[in-house]
């Protein structure tokens, strides 16, 4: 088997519905190692859990951003 590392980066702007100045944007990014191997059906679920795992660490950095943005506001 090898290894491969599956990398993403999400850029995301947050802005009120009635518009106005942007509240909080930034950049995320995330990644994850999975092992490939020569059996295909293995080695395509591999990856996709390794897209699944980006994918939440992604979107947990974005409510980490947004929920501090919020809890410093008065």
Same mark, same amino acid.
């Given at each position: &088997?090898?290894?491969?590392?599956?990398?993403?980066?999400?850029?995301?702007?947050?802005?009120? #519905?009635?518009?106005?100045?942007?509240? #909080?944007?930034?950049? &995320?990014?995330?990644?994850?190692?999975?092992?490939?191997?020569?059996?295909?059906?293995?080695?395509?679920?591999? &990856?996709?859990? &390794?897209?699944?795992?980006?994918?939440?660490?992604?979107?947990?950095?974005?409510?980490?951003?947004?929920?501090?943005?919020?809890?410093?506001?008065?």
């Amino acid at each position: &088997a090898t290894s491969a590392t599956l990398t993403a980066t999400a850029r995301f702007t947050l802005t009120p #519905v009635e518009g106005g100045p942007t509240l #909080v944007s930034g950049t &995320a990014n995330a990644s994850a190692s999975y092992d490939r191997t020569q059996q295909r059906f293995a080695a395509i679920r591999a &990856a996709r859990d &390794a897209e699944i795992r980006v994918a939440r660490a992604l979107a947990e950095q974005i409510r980490s951003r947004v929920a501090a943005h919020f809890a410093t506001q008065s």
